[in-house]
């Protein structure tokens, strides 16, 4: 497994990738921030059966963090994410500079109006752009045949997908931005590095945040007023033990638009919510898919 730093050398090892005299090969890139958790290595393991090679892109990027969101703390690992993909079989890890990545002058931003907005964009604003920025970059520098992202983060793969459309980064005939389904701990909380800043007793409190969302979808599903499901689940996440919630909403899974009833489009339920000083985040679809 090569660990690059730089363009021009990742562009050479890509393109060695592609080529073999039985014909060019697939490449599948896992965009990351390091750090990486089991939910990581699952988007590895799945991208190993999408396509020959796996390059992954562990790059802190500090475009999408904002001014009260401290970027210098964002753990960096990189040896030992290294050693974790190495197990897994990754072919390339791209691991640029700052400097690499936005060299001297950058001017450029790229913003995906309408799927940015509200949710996640609303108490992060730019934020979106960071990601669909760098995101953008990782395209043209990587050229890959799939890119893959995890669902839990489903705003992100909303703007993602938009962008990858809009742009023309991959190719018209096949959705090349895949989704790939959260990975849970056994209790149900979906696995993120936040986690780890819980609290052993925030830890079992925020199980309430899974179960709230399926009693809301049960509801939902069942053809109760949404408005009705949505405030039962604020009402049950503060009885439970989070101090706050920052949005519960019911959008359509593509466009992100708001409903406030239930259609037969598919459809999420997606929830921001605090425990002390930790926001969790976790969305899931509202019909079977
Ligand atoms: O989800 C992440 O880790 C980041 O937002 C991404 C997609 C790697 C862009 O920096």
């Known amino acids: 497994m090569q660990t690059l730093h730089s363009l021009d050398p990742l562009r050479r090892a890509v393109a060695a990738l592609r080529q073999s005299p039985d014909g060019p090969k697939t490449v599948a890139l896992v965009p990351t921030m390091g750090a990486l958790h089991e939910g990581h290595l699952t988007l590895v393991r799945e991208a190993r059966k999408q396509a020959d090679h796996v390059v992954v892109s562990i790059f802190v990027n500090p475009l999408q963090f904002g001014a009260n969101e401290d970027l210098d703390k964002y753990p960096r690992q990189l040896e030992r994410d290294c050693a974790l993909l190495e197990a897994e079989g990754v072919d390339l890890v791209w ?75 991959t190719s018209p005939h096949a959705d090349a931005v895949l989704g790939v389904a959260t990975v849970r701990e056994e209790d149900g909380l979906a696995m993120s590095s936040r986690n780890a800043y819980l609290t052993a007793e925030q830890r079992l409190q925020a199980v309430t945040l899974p179960m709230a969302m399926k009693v809301a979808i049960a509801g939902i599903r069942n053809g109760d007023p949404v408005a009705a499901c949505i405030g039962h689940l604020k009402d049950a996440l503060l009885a439970g033990g989070f101090s706050s919630v920052d949005y519960a909403e019911l959008r359509d899974a593509d466009s992100l638009a708001p409903l406030d009833s239930r259609g037969t489009a598919p459809m999420r339920l997606l929830v921001a919510a605090r425990i002390g000083t930790t926001r969790l985040i976790d969305n899931m679809a509202v019909l079977p898919e």
């Open 95 to 169: 691991a640029p500079t700052v400097e690499a990545m936005y060299p001297q002058g950058f001017a450029t931003n790229i913003s995906v109006t309408g799927v940015s907005d509200g949710l996640c964009g609303a108490s992060r604003p730019g934020h979106f752009d960071g990601v669909a920025t760098v995101v953008c970059k990782l395209f043209h520098q990587v050229l890959p045949d799939v890119a893959l992202f995890g669902e839990k983060d489903w705003q992100q793969l909303a703007v993602i997908r938009r962008m990858a459309r809009d742009l023309d980064l």
